[in-house]
């Protein structure tokens, strides 16, 4: 009985220290790849970080308006912040590498969902910096040729732009990180459709008279009697 | 002859069999068809008057007119004006005419001048545009004698203009350009003007010619590009310069094709402007310019109206443009009545350098910069219809001259402000 009971005892350790010697490898690896991860994930931040300052990525940031909204949710700048996703996106990315070594079952289908979710992320990303980008020049674009072709309410027509560009924008970013796809487009459609149907009754209906003299000044006698009155000839 | 390239086949075998020529005469034209047969008879009445011996040629590069506009160029026969004015000519004066494309660009209607000035040796060249042209035989040789007949390589045109004409040129263009680069240009946009053939050459080589530069103000880039390489300039009086209509809305284009092209010249000739300091006569015949006072309806309420209006619109626009103290001064001015209203010179000085330094350094698109001053130059342009309201030709010359002060005191600001805040 005793001897039954050692025997056993000594099996049990002897299976403990056999996992344990098979595990120990690993999680060296696991610890070494981590740690280089940490490293070239260092590096890589450090280097995108000089990157995105010679090309003065803020700056371009700030004409997207990605930088006002930045510092509204109290972030850091749009360098550092880029700087830091990679970082932790590179590093995330060595770790799983790292526990995918350990080969704990299911494990690695998780890992492998992890990186195939990665290019969809970078993707949305640069859809939404593009998005913003192109939704400021826009919305500035209206507002100067609204204010030189002394049009009513220039800002309330570049705003406009400006969230119409952020809603397509949005339900793109939504749909490619593949977040609630059919609800996001059905309610894109219906913002959409509504902001659309708002602007042509406001123009219509409550703007009748204003959209009279637009049309006048565009189309008809307005626009003839307008150039005589403003006979500045600048060159 | 490495430009010969964008020219159509048929184009080059019409220049191929006039062979050389002493004097070419460049007509770039877009539906044109009203004037363009007074104005080729003035040039051909001109060439036989004062280049009777000399080879001549008239080349039309034409925009796509529908009506017929280089037909009448090319059956225009110099028998006509040989008639008229009982001339002999010694020899022909072929005029040839190539489309260049189906809609009119300046940068390439000059381009196709200036290869086919290239092509034919020409040693003079004179381009006369019919959309201002009111050209005399007489002032077709002031223009073209200088550069054929002394070492002139660039003689640009001063005129008698009405003195609220122009406002931009008076007010940005000439004072800016003059304070830069040291010379007193009446009219460094000149839409009729002579050049040797080797500034041509010159020219049509350090050109870029890319799509942005065909639709830009080609014409002050030529006058800029002579400057810059050190070109003999002169100047030469053509006489009254009638008053053209304008939409408010050909404001924005103006300013892009001038205001535009002299901000972009600013990059590649720092070297050349930043140490210079005051501004020279340069040899002009006839007179340096000249206003006409007669009453003129302008629309200056609104004027002033757009500019406010600009001001409150555009504030986060003018943020990434001007300073603090800038903006601050044009919103206060903007709450003036306008009685009060006045935009000083030194306040238009300051905001056209700030303008020209946020262009350099492109703190946003920089067509909306350009866009974005227009509003302001509105505010300028009325202070400048009210400071002469009143005044005679000496005033308006002494005001002009005034603003021309300014930009030279205040050039070492934009020197300052250059490379300096961001």
């Known amino acids: 009985m005793r001897e039954m009971i050692i025997n056993e005892l000594t099996q049990a350790m002897q299976e403990l220290t056999r996992g344990f010697a098979h595990i120990l490898p690993r999680i060296i690896v696991l610890v070494i790849i981590a740690f280089a991860g940490w490293v070239v ?75 195939l979710f990665l290019p969809r992320i970078f993707a949305a990303l640069l859809i939404m910096f593009f998005g913003l980008l192109a939704a400021g020049f826009f919305s500035r674009a209206a507002l100067l040729a609204a204010v030189n072709a002394n049009l009513p309410s220039p800002r309330l027509l570049s705003v406009s732009i400006r969230t119409i560009i952020i809603i397509f924008v949005l339900s793109m970013v939504f749909e490619e990180v593949g977040v609630a796809e059919e609800t996001v487009l059905v309610a894109f459609g219906i913002a959409f459709g509504a902001l659309m149907l708002g602007l042509a009754i406001a123009f219509g209906m409550g703007g009748k008279d204003l959209a009279q003299r637009f049309l006048e000044k565009r189309f008809g006698q307005g626009r003839r009697d307008e150039g005589k009155e403003d006979e500045l000839s600048p060159l | 002859m490495a430009e010969e390239s964008f020219l159509t086949d048929d184009f080059l075998g019409q220049l191929i069999s006039v062979g050389e020529v002493d004097i070419l005469i460049g007509l770039p034209t877009h539906n044109d068809a009203k004037t363009i047969g007074s104005i080729v008879e003035t040039i051909q009445t001109g060439i036989l008057t004062f280049f009777p011996r000399e080879r001549a040629a008239i080349i039309n590069a034409d925009g796509g007119s529908r009506d017929g506009t280089p037909e009448l160029v090319v059956n225009a026969a110099i028998g006509d004006a040989r008639r008229s004015s009982k001339l002999y000519a010694l020899r022909t004066l072929p005029s040839i005419s190539t489309q260049y494309a189906s809609s009119p660009a300046n940068g390439t209607a000059l381009r196709t001048i200036l290869a086919a000035a290239e092509l034919l040796r020409a040693k003079a060249c004179a381009v006369i545009s019919p959309k201002s042209s009111q050209i005399t035989t007489e002032g077709l040789a002031a223009l073209l004698r200088p550069v054929y ?122 070297g050349l402007w930043h140490g210079k300091a005051g501004s020279q006569l340069i040899p002009t015949t006839g007179a340096e310019q000249e206003f006409t006072l007669e009453p003129l309806r302008i629309n200056r309420k609104r004027l002033r109206e757009m500019f406010t209006t600009g001001v409150a619109e555009l504030e986060s626009v003018f943020q ?103």
Request: glycine share 6%.
């Open chain 1, 41 to 115: 994930a260092y590096l890589l931040k450090v280097l995108l970080r000089s990157f995105l300052r010679l090309i003065k990525f803020d700056k371009l940031s700030e004409s997207a308006g990605a930088s006002q909204l930045l510092s509204k949710a109290a972030l850091p700048s749009a360098t550092e912040l880029l700087s830091r996703f990679v970082f932790w996106v590179a590093w995330l990315g060595f770790i799983l590498l790292g526990i995918s070594v350990l080969g704990i079952f299911g494990f690695q289908e998780q890992i492998a969902k992890f990186f």
């Open chain 2, 149 to 270: 007949a002394e070492t002139f390589d660039l003689v640009l045109p001063t005129y008698r203009r009405h003195r609220f004409d122009g406002i931009l040129l008076t007010n940005l263009l000439y004072p800016m350009t003059r304070a830069l680069y040291g010379l007193k240009i009446r009219e460094p946009y000149a839409l009729e003007f002579a050049f040797s053939g080797r500034l041509g050459s010159q020219f049509l080589v350090q050109n870029p010619w890319h799509e942005e530069a065909a639709r830009a103000g080609s014409e002050i880039q030529f006058t800029l590009a002579a400057i810059a390489g050190g070109n003999r300039i002169g100047q030469s009086f053509q006489g009254t310069k009638e008053h053209v209509e304008r939409h408010s809305a050909d404001l924005v284009p103006a300013m892009r094709q001038t205001v535009g092209a002299l901000f972009s010249s600013l990059e590649p000739n720092f």
């Open chain 2, 320 to 422: 990434s443009i001007l300073s603090a103290s800038t903006l601050a001064e044009l919103q206060r001015i903007a709450g003036l009545d306008e009685v009060r209203f006045r935009y000083p010179a030194e306040l238009w000085v300051k905001t056209v350098y700030e303008f020209a330094a946020a262009y350099h350094k492109s703190v946003i698109s920089r067509d909306h910069i350009i866009q974005a001053l227009a509003p302001l130059f509105r505010g300028r342009a009325f202070t400048f219809l009210m400071e002469n309201r009143n005044g005679s030709a000496d005033d308006v010359e002494n005001n002009v001259e005034g603003l021309c002060l300014e930009f030279e005191r205040m050039k070492p600001y934009l020197i300052e402000i250059w490379n300096g805040r961001e």
